[in-house]
């Protein structure tokens, strides 16, 4: 099979590692992959050197979703909308032409659901290249990006709750919507703890130390899991939550003045960014997971997770919101324990059960990894995805 897959990403985030993982895959099982990427740069060191990159003058277009190079919601004007993604689609049109010729893809793979896709929807149905898309996040649709959605042959969502958003939002059929969860490289994770890593961090040996992984915004919610260690810190003085990650500064500095406003100057650090998180988790007796949306209509939603599969993979116990797709992921008093969303004190008071019980902690780790292993793995998810794709065109045939 010869795959051409679209990539429109803005940062490095989920939908960039989940996509290589599967390119990757599918190369290691004897199929063909093109990927064309607004930022290629994304990709570097994740792609196994079979996988050809295409090569567009991207120019203004380069980053998608800066406001001077294009158009992302229908709060536009649907002519600009369509004046913007015309540009687009002359940009790509040479690229795309010498694919059709030289590489003759036998299906498109659209990597996340937006508008930006509208040009290489337009170009599969003129070729009558069957297309399967990828949805990746649970937020309020525009119209625009619900009409390209029903375009696709089928619809993947990583949870559930994804499903749900979607079947919620638009008249596509329930049958067309397909649930495949995101994996991970389970053997990239260390299974056990390595206290040496906290002297690099400077972290102390003997105390209890959770970790919460994640770009610093609202909806992550680290303003919910500093309010939570004020309650922990009561039981656990010496208890510390290491924040990784870095991200809007107005929030960053919103979230360190919690820090001093609830005397927590010892006990939550900033850690910034890390490269190195599969290492790393091994530093720490627990992770928590802190996205305080539930609704979309309030902000985005968690669509799956990644950071809990990495947790469990690292066999830590997890604590995490209800919401979402963690649900499909973590068992409650299994794997981990789930908290209602922004509930402070339910979130204190999960990870006062681990970090107060080394017994129930080490249990939900081997829980989490053995879990991940039977569901989580990029080998599943590109056998699943490689089925889907054998289906749509035996459809399309």
Not at 12 to 29: D, E, I, K, T, Y
Not at 69 to 98: C, E, N, V, Y
Not at 227 to 238: D, F, G, H, N, Y
């Amino acid at each position: 099979m010869k795959l051409l897959m679209y990539d429109t990403t803005p940062a490095m985030g989920g939908s960039v590692h989940s996509g290589a993982a599967l390119l990757n895959g599918l190369v290691r099982g004897g199929d063909q992959v093109v990927l064309l990427a607004s930022r290629p740069e994304l990709f570097s060191g994740l792609l196994d050197e079979a996988i050809h990159l295409a090569r567009v003058n991207w120019d203004n277009f380069h980053n998608l979703y800066d406001p001077t190079s294009g158009l992302k919601d229908d709060r536009i004007p649907l002519f600009s909308q369509w004046l913007a993604m015309r540009r687009l689609g002359k940009r790509l049109a040479p690229t795309l032409h010498k694919l059709l010729k030289e590489f003759a893809p036998d299906l498109l793979h659209i990597n996340q659901l937006n508008i930006f896709a509208a040009p290489l929807i337009a170009f599969a149905r003129r070729h009558r290249l069957p297309v399967v898309m990828h949805g990746r996040e649970i937020r309020l649709y525009g119209r625009s990006e619900i009409r390209l959605a029903a375009q696709s042959d089928r619809y993947i969502c990583v949870s559930r709750a994804e499903r749900e958003n979607m079947l919620r939002q638009s008249t596509l059929p329930a049958d067309k919507i397909v649930v495949i969860a995101n994996g991970i490289d389970e053997n990239a994770f260390p299974a056990k703890k390595d206290p040496a890593l906290r002297d690099s961090l400077h972290l102390p040996r003997d105390a209890k130390i959770a970790c919460l992984l994640g770009r610093l915004c609202f909806w992550k919610g680290q303003h919910v899991a500093i309010e939570a260690w004020s309650i922990v810190k009561q039981t656990l003085p010496r208890a510390i939550l290491a924040l990784v990650g870095t991200g809007e500064a107005d929030y960053e500095t919103h979230c360190r003045n919690l820090t001093r406003e609830y005397g927590l100057e010892d006990n939550v650090v900033f850690l910034g960014q890390r490269d190195n998180i599969n290492q790393l988790l091994a530093a720490f007796d627990l992770v928590v997971h802190a996205s305080c949306f539930a609704d979309p209509a309030q902000g985005p939603v968690e669509a799956m997770g990644r950071v809990a599969i990495e947790a469990m993979a690292a066999a830590l116990p997890l604590v995490a919101t209800d919401a979402g797709g963690i649900p499909d992921i973590v068992e409650d008093g299994v794997t981990g324990r789930l908290a209602p969303p922004g509930d402070a004190q339910a979130m204190a008071e999960a990870v006062l059960a681990y970090l107060s019980d080394d017994d129930a902690a080490q249990a939900a780790g081997k829980a989490g990894y053995e879990r991940v292993r039977a569901n989580f793995t990029n080998t599943i998810m590109t056998n699943k995805v490689r089925a889907l794709y054998a289906e749509v065109l035996a459809a399309r045939a």
